[in-house]
Nanobody, 122 residues
Framework: QVQLVESGGGLVQAGGSLRLSCAAS?????MGWFRQAPGKEREFVAV????????IYADSVKGRFTISRDSAKNTLYLQMDSLKPEDTAVYYC??????????????????WGQGTQVTVSS
């Protein structure tokens, strides 16, 4: 069982930046970020394919967030710029345990982190 540990969340003013990290304890394939705001369902943010550089972003974060990974370190990143109050949520790292097409849906991911809180004040 692979463990995913997120870090880097916190409180930031609107327009600011944060960088989230997700360290995996073992081999993973596609890796992505999801988020969940209070009273809302978990939603897709971004995903990066296990090989190459293919990425997908939610329309709400496109142009502001950048997903990347360091395969040698088994670590995933999410650089979040121009943050807005509506970005406030718990951010979760997710990973698949087998090679497959990248996906926006939660059931395509086998491992999940515990989440890190991101709060953007207006």
């Amino acid at each position: 069982q692979v463990q995913l540990v997120e870090s880097g969340g916190g409180l930031v003013q609107a327009g600011g930046s944060l960088r989230l990290s997700c360290a995996a304890s073992g081999r993973t394939f596609n890796m992505g970020w999801f988020r969940q705001a209070p009273g809302k369902e978990r939603e897709f943010v971004a995903v990066i394919k296990w090989i190459g550089t293919s990425t997908i972003y939610a329309d709400s974060v496109k142009g502001r967030f950048t997903i990347s990974r360091d395969s040698a370190k088994n670590t995933l990143y999410l650089q979040m710029d121009s943050l807005k109050p509506e970005d406030t949520a718990v951010y979760y790292c997710a990973a698949s345990k087998s090679p497959k097409a990248i996906s926006r849906v939660t059931y395509e991911y086998d491992y999940w982190g515990q989440g890190t809180q991101v709060t953007v004040s207006s």
